[in-house]
């Protein structure tokens, strides 16, 4: 009550404090809407870059990057926005986590995802004539395992998204987890055939899918966090990585 007290008799005391925090608020919001436009960078890219002879039924992303396709240096440029906007939405996850221990793990692991990005310049993958050719590389090999580390954080991320709110964030990460292994065990049985060149109707499909589930996952996330801010609420805390309310 005495605080109270102090702060009717003197505002313009507290006038600097409302400012920073409103200013803080704000930078929060436009991290956690970096989410958003990072989310539908990544969709427009893997809907609309293409070049003469590419499909995006039957070929994969990573086609577009891959050396010797036309489409490389534009994906690349564009991928270096998305690494930034992906990594300004993971600090905005984690600062907005407060005591929620499952959400700041979210933002830790979106951080890494960002940072993940700066290496992918340093793992090309070469055109499927080639690698059936046997002309596969190191980098190629870097390409595989950096796919992997990359599948991994997007499990993890929505695993312990899935732990940091409600029933129905939760429901809705594991529906999205399904649909990943449903889809990535199905691209992962058309891999072997990319690297023969041979015939892949669907990998393209496929592979896309599973990319465009984990990009909605995020944006849904962002869209809470946004709207929490604005009602005023906090993120719930939890007492473990479990989900338990506090």
Not at 12 to 30: C, D, K, W, Y
Not at 75 to 101: C, D, E
């Amino acid at each position: 009550m005495a605080e109270h007290g102090v702060a009717a008799a003197s505002p313009s005391r507290n006038a600097a404090p409302q400012v920073v925090s409103g200013g803080r608020r704000m930078a929060e919001t436009v991290l956690l809407v970096c989410g958003i436009l990072a989310s539908l960078l990544y969709i427009a890219m893997i809907a609309v870059i293409r070049y003469d002879g590419y499909s995006l039924l039957s070929q994969v992303p990573s086609e577009l990057t891959a050396i010797g396709a036309p489409t490389r240096t534009l994906w690349f440029w564009l991928a270096w926005v998305y690494t930034a906007l992906v990594i300004a939405f993971g600090w905005g996850v984690w600062k907005s986590a407060g005591g929620n221990r499952p959400l700041r793990v979210v933002g830790g692991l979106i951080l890494a995802s960002g940072f993940l990005g700066f290496l992918w310049p340093f793992a090309p993958m070469h055109q499927r004539g080639v690698l059936a050719a046997g002309g596969g590389t190191l980098g190629d090999a870097m390409h595989v395992v950096l796919g992997f580390v990359t599948v991994l954080l997007f499990l993890l991320t929505v695993g312990f998204g899935a732990a940091a709110f409600g029933k129905r964030f939760r429901l809705y990460s594991i529906a999205t987890i399904v649909i990943a292994f449903v889809f990535g065990a199905l691209t992962g049985l058309d891999s072997p055939r990319l690297s023969a060149n041979l015939l892949t109707p669907y990998i393209g499909l496929w592979e896309r899918i599973n990319i465009g589930v984990y990009m909605i996952w995020l944006v849904v996330l962002a869209v809470t966090l946004l709207r929490q801010r604005e009602t005023g609420t906090l993120p719930p805390a939890r007492a473990s990585l479990t989900g338990a309310a506090v």
